[in-house]
């Protein structure tokens, strides 16, 4: 059985004016999306901040998720690094907290071979006895998971269960699905590409539109779910003017300032990100109110 079905949202990390991790705002968000509609909680991602989060920070970030989610919703820890010993560490002290899932991005940097790759993961997987979602967007890593590596990865290992897949590839989903005989959780990486990815047997999403449209992000996966395709393909397309605007510049910048224009508070970002430009905040702000969602 899959971790969740439907859409998970790639959680933002709320920051006090200096920059602390504000651990009340927090516990705001979880109940937001416990109470929205939203399926699992993805703490400590990409849109988490989690690079610049310190190691303390993060493992308190994932703990409090934990805590603070009461089993209302699976709760799936991003622990991946480029070091395989401190994915080891993180991983299994973030199942020794309780989660449900571990979320593990390739190795950045370290251009690891598509053999390192497979050892990495054995590794991890060897150590923290939990389901692992391996997480391939080489736009950011400048690696890629080759579909044989998925498939390989999980046949061999009971606790590799799944890939988030973030290529914008679909041919690359395609055969990822056709090697694995279909048998693996599939999640989109990619919001404008929720349906798509169902079509070819995809499990859901792990979404940063879902931060500010939850319930819009959860019905298109139910809809599709449910046998309506044409209604889960009007709410993806009427949902493109805006997550192409919620990445109108690196992700978690717009995403970031679009909570916090619906009065959510949630503070800055860590250096090295910066501030949405302001025709960057307006074009945002209009996609927006455009969608229905309601700003402060």
């Known amino acids: 059985m899959a971790i969740f079905t439907g859409a998970g949202v790639a959680l933002v990390t709320p920051f006090h004016e200096d920059g602390s991790v504000n651990f009340d705002k927090l516990d705001e968000l979880i109940d937001y999306h416990c109470e929205n509609g939203t399926d699992s909680l993805i703490i400590c991602g990409t849109t988490g901040e989690s690079s610049t989060l310190s190691e303390e920070e993060h493992m308190q970030c ?16 991003g622990t991946g690094s480029n070091a395989t010993y401190t994915t ?28 390192g790759l497979t050892a990495h993961y054995k590794a991890v997987a060897a150590e923290a006895k939990a389901p692992i979602i391996m997480y391939s967007v080489a736009s950011r890593t400048g690696l890629n998971i080759a579909p044989e590596t998925v498939a390989t ?3 061999e290992v009971p606790n590799i269960v799944g890939v988030k897949e973030a290529s914008g590839n679909i041919s690359q989903v395609a055969r990822i699905m056709s090697l694995t005989d279909g048998n693996i ?3 989109s990486g990619n919001d404008d590409q929720i349906v798509p ?13 879902s931060n500010v449209a939850p319930k819009e992000t959860h019905d298109i996966c139910a809809k ?3 046998g309506d395709v044409q209604g889960a393909c009007e709410l993806q397309l009427k949902a493109i003017p805006l997550i192409e605007q919620l990445f109108c510049e690196v992700n978690p910048i717009p995403v970031k300032k679009a ?20 025709e960057h905040e307006k074009s945002l702000a209009q996609a927006m109110r455009d969608f229905g969602i309601k700003l402060a």
């Not at 990815?197 to 539109?209: A, F, M, R, T």
């Not at 916090?260 to 949630?266: H, Q, R, T």
């Open 197 to 209: 990815l169902l079509s070819l047997g995809g499990k859901g999403v792990i979404s940063v539109l």
């Open 224 to 226: 599709y779910f449910a």
């Open 88 to 115: 080891i560490d993180m991983s299994k002290e973030a199942v020794e907290d309780g989660v449900d899932g571990l979320l593990i991005v390739t190795p950045y940097y370290n251009k690891a071979t598509q053999s």
């Open 153 to 155: 990865l999980v046949k």
């Open 62 to 77: 994932i703990k409090f998720a934990v805590e603070r989610a009461k089993h209302r919703l699976p709760v799936i820890a």
């Open 259 to 278: 909570v916090n224009l619906m009065g959510m508070e949630c503070g800055g970002l860590r250096m090295p990100l910066t501030e949405l430009s302001p």
């Open 185 to 187: 959780d599939l999640y």
